[in-house]
């Protein structure tokens, strides 16, 4: 299962994420995707294209079990639509994601991508039709995106097997373990901020 931070107002980093698995590993992804993806037969028929399901706890169990490849944004639309005022600020993850890997006994790989935070200067979302159409609307300033330096980076992959299925109810560990690859993924992202010049301290 691979857990990448998620970013760029129009989910570049899936598309771009997706597009090198599949060129280098000859592998098709599963990507658990908004349920925005399955409000209409066009988008389904869009999203399935491309490996894409939305948010369905069963479904990611049984793509799993089968040993499916599986990409995963525990941020989800939070980190996507964030202002760009806090990029590379990490927003809370969501802590399904180690409830599913307990249950298959999935490894999880951390994902860091830098590049498509440069691509949007957004504002923030408007929230005044998430009732209606079920998500929130970004404001970004740009609708072409901002040519950018790209990069991603594989962390080392966290096994969870020790800790057994009993955990899933476990609600206080879901949330620690999700905060700790949280973590880990944002120090790696500091570390790629320094290295570009960024930072300098």
Do not use: C
């Not at 995963?72 to 996507?80: I, V």
């Not at 993850?93 to 180690?98: H, L, V």
């Not at 490894?107 to 440069?118: D, F, K, S």
């Amino acid at each position: 299962m691979l857990v990448p931070n998620h970013s760029g107002v129009l989910g570049w980093d899936a598309v771009i994420l997706y597009n090198e698995i599949v060129r280098q590993k000859r592998r098709i992804p599963r990507i658990m995707a908004h349920n925005f993806w399955e409000s209409s037969p066009f988008l389904s028929r869009i999203a399935r294209r491309f490996g894409a399901f939305g948010a369905d706890f069963k479904q990611a169990v049984k793509f799993l079990k089968k040993n499916k490849l599986m990409i995963l944004f525990p941020e989800a639309e939070h980190g996507n639509f964030k202002p760009s005022v806090q990029m590379y600020q990490l927003t809370e993850f969501n802590p399904g994601f180690i409830a599913l890997s307990l249950m298959t006994e999935t490894p999880i790989i951390p994902v860091v991508i830098m590049g498509a935070e440069e691509n949007f200067v957004n504002l923030g979302t408007l929230d005044w039709f998430e009732e209606q159409i079920g998500a929130k609307i970004p404001l970004p300033l740009n609708l072409l995106p901002i040519p950018s330096k790209w990069k991603i980076r594989f962390l080392k992959p966290i096994s969870l097997s020790k800790y057994g299925r009993k955990e899933v109810k476990n609600e206080k560990f879901l949330v620690e373990a999700s905060q700790n690859i949280r973590l880990r993924i944002q120090a790696a992202i500091h570390t790629e901020l320094v290295n570009r010049g960024v930072f300098k301290f």
